[in-house]
């Protein structure tokens, strides 16, 4: 019996040691998922600038209003597309963070449930 329950605990040690890996795992992810974001408004305020700097250049709106025109919608298919990339981040940055956190308090709370009992049967043993 007292053998078995140094396995359990060995085990619930291991248990432990591949949660807090777990853990690290995603915190780089989500660390590295935050600097891509960074990166891409970064990327989203440079072009927003050069756009405005061509329409400055433009001179009057008059003069050429289809070039203007041009370049307001591949300044919009830019955005969206940017604004896409954008949003699928920050979904697959939930969705690990989500699942990580359901994973780690299910677990969680069986290894209090277990850790509990273990120390139950420790007491009873002394």
């Not at 040691?17 to 777990?22: A, G, I, V, Y």
């Given at each position: 019996?007292?053998?078995?329950?140094?396995?359990?605990?060995?085990?619930?040690?291991?248990?432990r040691?591949?949660?807090?890996?777990?853990l690290?795992?995603?915190?780089?992810?989500?660390?590295?998922?935050?600097?891509?974001?960074?990166?891409?408004?970064?990327?989203?305020?440079?072009?927003?600038?050069?756009v405005?700097?061509?329409l400055q250049?433009?001179?009057?709106?008059?003069?050429?209003?289809?070039?203007?025109?041009?370049?307001?919608?591949?300044?919009?298919?830019?955005?969206?597309?940017?604004?896409?990339?954008?949003?699928?981040?920050?979904?697959?940055?939930?969705?690990?963070?989500d699942?990580?956190?359901r994973?780690?308090?299910?677990?969680?709370?069986?290894?209090?449930e277990?850790?509990?009992?273990?120390l139950?049967?420790?007491?009873?043993?002394?």
């Open positions: 019996q007292r053998e078995k329950l140094i396995h359990e605990l060995e085990e619930e040690r291991h248990l040691l591949e949660s807090e890996k777990r690290r795992e995603v915190t780089l992810e989500s660390e590295r998922s935050r600097a891509q974001m960074r990166g891409l408004q970064e990327q989203f305020s440079r072009m927003e600038e050069t405005r700097n061509l250049s433009q001179g009057s709106p008059g003069q050429n209003g289809e070039g203007t025109v041009n370049i307001m919608k591949v300044y919009q298919e830019k955005l969206s597309e940017d604004s896409g990339k954008c949003k699928e981040g920050m979904e697959k940055i939930c969705t690990v963070a699942e990580d956190s994973s780690e308090s299910s677990g969680t709370e069986e290894e209090k277990k850790t509990k009992l273990l139950e049967r420790l007491k009873a043993l002394e």
